[in-house]
């Protein structure tokens, strides 16, 4: 869920734009020349300039042609012309792959156990994304749906769309309270940078975790929740993608900086005690490849929409992201072992110049990250709110109080957010919550796809054929509620459990300890 949101943002833009257009001037939009619509056979729209899209479920007794309906038959909608090639898709989708999320990579080869499974599972996860986004490209081009809702709808009823509406915001909150999150963090290396050790392990009011993610979120962030556009910020995505390049570069330059001899010092592991215990880096590994809600809306905008050009898209969105990913995680955890942190930048000293770098460049990214990702969700929770609100006054006037509705809309959005970040000890549990609900775009509804299109099309895929595809639908939708209930559970374990993280002062005293010296790093305060 990171700066790809800014293309959907645009995408958005359109689509009210175009819908206005089109109820005020009760006739078709081409080209942005307004075409009049009667009722007379003269003046009907014809399929040059305007496409409907496909309503309803499929027909079984129907007989689709993959690659014809998708070459001439796919809707122009909301201003798309079909204009992106496969190396502008595979930009735009990787975009909304990379993000913050290979932050807590490094703890992921932790959590699943060693160095070996680690490798093991980003390749495995990034298998299994690859597969999930070769399913959405196909049903994408099969609904001739421009957003992942409208597939849900299509294939299985306003039931499945009111679902994934709901999976888009909760996905949508839980990344939000990760960047709050990340944002404390990242705010306690820099204060730390900024003043004495000591004076900043006796902890002043001021430096409080809580009251400083408080004070940056409310000055930087909130303002920027209230606006009703956000087409200023809709390329964050450039400077989150650079963030992350950077910090690869940093970690795996930080990794040669230090020498054979602080390698030795460093306890590794290398595969799990038990099996199972790879399966607890899935949730933090898929989260990072999340990019399955920008997918509908750039297959609708590709110039050739084919079989062939999803599968260079989907080829090369999932080799740019293992390229970012598995150096930052493999040499973090290389430099690290067992005492990597959820947030890898918090296991590095901050005093040096490369690092720092890297933190405030994640800062910058999360600070303008965070509206974009509001403003989608909000665009998946207003119709909901509004229809709430018709429930109790069939008078509600929508348009009338759309400013109030968008104030308190951001309101309730950024205050609940601020309430888990504060009460969330680390990014890693905020990433098990996100990942686990991911799983419903990568797995669940995928699956369920499969399902519904392979029994619906039996008599034409034929008795082998048709068994292979619901099989790994049921596969993908089992699997992925197992995983969601996994991640949860994870998360939940270490919100209950009184074991945390250990600050930066505790650090700062093991490191002072075993160094035996204090020129790098000065000894915490003693306890009150």
Same mark, same amino acid.
């Given at each position: 869920m990171s700066g790809g949101d800014a293309d959907q943002v645009e995408a958005d833009k359109l689509i009210s734009a175009d819908a206005d257009n089109h109820s005020k001037t009760n006739g078709v939009v081409k080209n942005g020349i307004n075409h009049n619509y009667k009722d007379s056979e003269s003046n009907k729209i014809t399929r040059d300039e305007y496409y409907q899209p496909q309503v309803g479920t499929i027909d079984s007794k129907k007989t689709y042609d993959y690659e014809s309906d998708i070459k001439t038959d796919i809707p122009t909608r909301a201003g798309i012309d079909g204009s992106t090639t496969a190396l502008g898709g595979t930009f735009i989708v990787s975009n909304a792959a990379i993000g913050c999320g290979a932050l807590a990579f490094a703890h992921a080869f932790k959590e699943a156990g060693g160095l070996y499974v680690g490798v093991v599972m980003i390749f495995v996860c990034a298998c299994l994304c690859a597969l999930s986004l070769l399913i959405v490209g196909y049903v994408c081009g099969l609904c001739r749906a421009s957003e992942f809702h409208e597939m849900g709808r299509e294939l299985l009823g306003w039931v499945a769309e009111l679902l994934l509406q709901l999976c888009l915001v909760m996905a949508n909150l839980a990344a939000c309270t990760m960047y709050f999150v990340i944002i404390g963090d990242q705010l306690e290396l820099i204060f730390r940078r900024s003043t004495d050790d000591e004076f900043f392990c006796s902890e002043p009011w001021y430096f409080n975790r809580k009251l400083t993610i408080i004070g940056a979120t409310l000055v930087f962030v909130y303002p920027l929740l209230l606006v009703r556009r956000v087409d200023f910020l809709k390329y964050p995505s450039l400077i989150s993608v650079g963030s992350m390049v950077y910090l690869m570069i940093a970690v795996v330059v930080k $990794?040669? +900086? =230090?020498? =054979? *001899?602080?390698?030795? /010092?460093? *306890?590794?592991?290398?595969?799990? =005690?038990?099996? $199972?215990?790879?399966? #607890?880096?899935?949730? @933090?590994?898929?989260?990072?490849?999340?990019?399955? @809600?920008?997918?509908?809306?750039? $297959?609708? #905008? &590709? /110039?050739?929409? @084919?079989?062939? !050009?999803w599968l260079k898209i989907t080829s090369g969105t999932i080799l740019i992201c293992t390229v970012v990913y598995l150096p930052t995680a493999l040499f973090g955890y290389l430099t690290h072992g067992t005492n990597i942190t959820s947030n890898i930048l918090k296991a590095y000293n901050p005093d040096e110049t490369l690092i720092f770098v890297g933190q405030i460049g994640v800062m910058a990214s999360v600070m303008m990250t965070y509206p974009v990702i509001f403003y989608v969700a909000r665009n998946a929770f207003d119709p909901m709110y509004t229809s709430v609100r018709l429930l109790f006054n069939t008078r509600y006037?929508?348009?009338?109080?759309? !400013?109030? +509705? +968008?104030?308190?809309?951001? !309101?309730?959005?950024?205050?609940? @957010? &601020? &309430? &888990?970040?504060?009460?969330?000890?680390?990014?890693?549990?905020?990433?098990?919550?996100?990942?686990?609900?991911?799983?419903?775009?990568y797995f669940v509804f995928p699956g369920a796809f499969l399902v519904k299109i392979g029994w619906s099309r039996r008599e034409e895929l034929g008795e082998v054929l048709t068994r292979a595809v619901v099989v790994l639908g049921i596969v993908l939708f089992a699997f992925g509620c197992a995983l969601f209930i996994q991640g949860n559970y994870l998360a939940l374990e270490t919100v209950l459990s009184s074991e945390s993280e250990p600050h930066i002062c505790d650090e700062l005293g093991k490191k002072t300890k075993e160094s035996g010296s204090v020129s790098d790093i000065s000894p915490s305060p003693p306890a009150a």
């Open positions: $990794y040669f +900086r =230090d020498g =054979d *001899e602080a390698h030795q /010092k460093v *306890e590794l592991n290398y595969k799990p =005690d038990n099996w $199972y215990s790879a399966f #607890n880096a899935f949730p @933090t590994i898929l989260f990072g490849y999340q990019c399955m @809600t920008n997918c509908p809306p750039v $297959y609708a #905008n &590709l /110039k050739q929409k @084919t079989p062939s !050009t006037d929508a348009m009338a109080w759309a !400013t109030h +509705r +968008r104030i308190i809309e951001a !309101t309730i959005w950024y205050a609940f @957010t &601020l &309430l &888990l970040a504060i009460f969330i000890p680390n990014i890693g549990v905020a990433m098990n919550f996100a990942g686990s609900v991911a799983v419903f775009f």
